[in-house]
């Protein structure tokens, strides 16, 4: 399979099942099985109907990872997707019913994947695995080097949440997935006339997973990744502006955004720490900070022009998939609160948007220039 590809795995046979195998009742659905090729690791993902318990072991001669899944059923065989070349950590894939109560997802490891991770995501709930080579989790690879070495000028702009997914909703009917695509078309408007290569995970409205957003990223090798979102609080007076990197220190107000871009809960987030603690988090960051100040000061720049009152909630850091998973620097900008109404109605004018795209373009474009000129002085 091709890097960052997409492979939906609908056949294969483990079927160790007693009897005819006919399906008991009452069992939730494996609805997709996704595999993700990264330059220094690979992801799978499994997909169920519902909320399941499961666990993983490993198996050898072949090496193999697996993961048994309780109460599930898979409907039917599964085929098995094509090699996905010899750099890849992962052989094969495949998954079938292991008994007539659980289904097993194995997967082949090559000579060197010695390191895995497995957690879970909901809504919809997703079992998700990635397999590292041998150094890869802890060593940068060339293609690391990339950011020393050009300057930036492919953009992938991420507008959060879309189809299926609103997001945050807010007072008279707003929408987060609806807000941040309008500002993210007029962002990428801007970006363009100033001489960037755009991409958009998505330019409409439509269902994408957090790995299908920097899947895409990865595959195009961008330069900048920028998740545009907007936030909710149970605090209805809460108003203003935030961006975050990605870390694995946070506070709990950072806490309850990132479960809910996540689609996980608090307690999952744990795990989730202590997943991404394990790993090398600290190459991309130097870059990361300074894109996050640069489009930090000049949103609220922008903002403050039309709309005075607009409160600097600050740069901060919290363990954001959507951000751990790309392999470039990445950023998340909270753009405003749907929750408050005063802001609900800005958030819902293309005046606001207008606004909002210059102010994270200027950002860009700060960083850029101050990137180049540390390539030329050699910094």
Request: hydrophobic share 40%; aromatic share 6%.
């Amino acid at each position: 399979m091709s890097r960052g590809s997409r492979l939906t795995l609908l056949a294969g046979v483990l079927l160790l099942v007693l009897g005819a195998g006919k399906r008991p009742a009452g069992l939730l659905d494996v609805t997709d099985v996704r595999v993700f090729d990264h330059p220094n690791h690979t992801r799978v993902v499994v997909e169920l109907s519902g909320s399941a318990r499961y666990h993983t072991g490993t198996l050898e001669d072949p090496a193999r990872l697996y993961i048994d899944i309780d109460g599930v059923w898979i409907e039917a065989p599964l085929r098995e997707p094509r090699s996905s070349g010899a750099s890849a950590p992962l052989r094969r894939v495949r998954a079938g019913q292991n008994t007539l109560q659980r289904a097993r997802v194995v997967m082949e490891l090559a000579e060197g994947s010695v390191k895995h991770h497995t957690f879970h995501l909901k809504q919809p709930f997703r079992i998700v695995t990635d397999v590292y080579r041998a150094g890869s989790a802890s060593e940068p690879t060339p293609d690391d080097d990339r950011f020393d070495q050009r300057p930036v000028r492919r953009i992938v702009l991420d507008p959060g949440h879309g189809g299926k997914d609103p997001g945050a909703r807010g007072r008279g009917g707003v929408k987060e997935k609806d807000v941040v695509l309008r500002v993210s078309r007029l962002l990428r408007d801007r970006l363009r006339q100033a001489g960037f290569e755009v991409v958009m995970t998505r330019e409409r409205d439509e269902y994408l997973s957090l790995e299908e957003r920097t899947a895409v990223a990865n595959r195009l090798k961008g330069d900048l990744f920028i998740s545009i979102h907007a936030n909710a609080s149970p605090n209805r007076k809460t108003t203003g502006v935030e961006t975050y990197l990605l870390d694995t220190r946070y506070d709990r107000q950072t806490a309850r955004v990132a479960a809910r871009e996540n689609g996980t809960s608090i307690g999952q987030l744990n795990e989730l720490q202590r997943i991404l603690a394990s790993l090398r988090l600290g190459y991309h960051e130097r870059y990361a900070v300074r894109l996050a100040r640069e489009i930090h000061e000049s949103l609220l720049e922008s903002l403050r022009r039309s709309y005075r009152g607009t409160s600097d909630l600050g740069v901060k850091h919290g363990p954001f998939l959507v951000l751990f998973m790309a392999d470039m620097p990445a950023i998340l900008v909270e753009v405003g609160f749907v929750s408050n109404r005063a802001e609900a109605r800005r958030l819902s004018s293309k005046a606001f948007a207008r606004a909002a795209a210059a102010g994270i373009a200027n950002g860009i474009v700060r960083y850029r220039d101050e990137h180049a000129r540390r390539l030329v002085a050699g910094r």
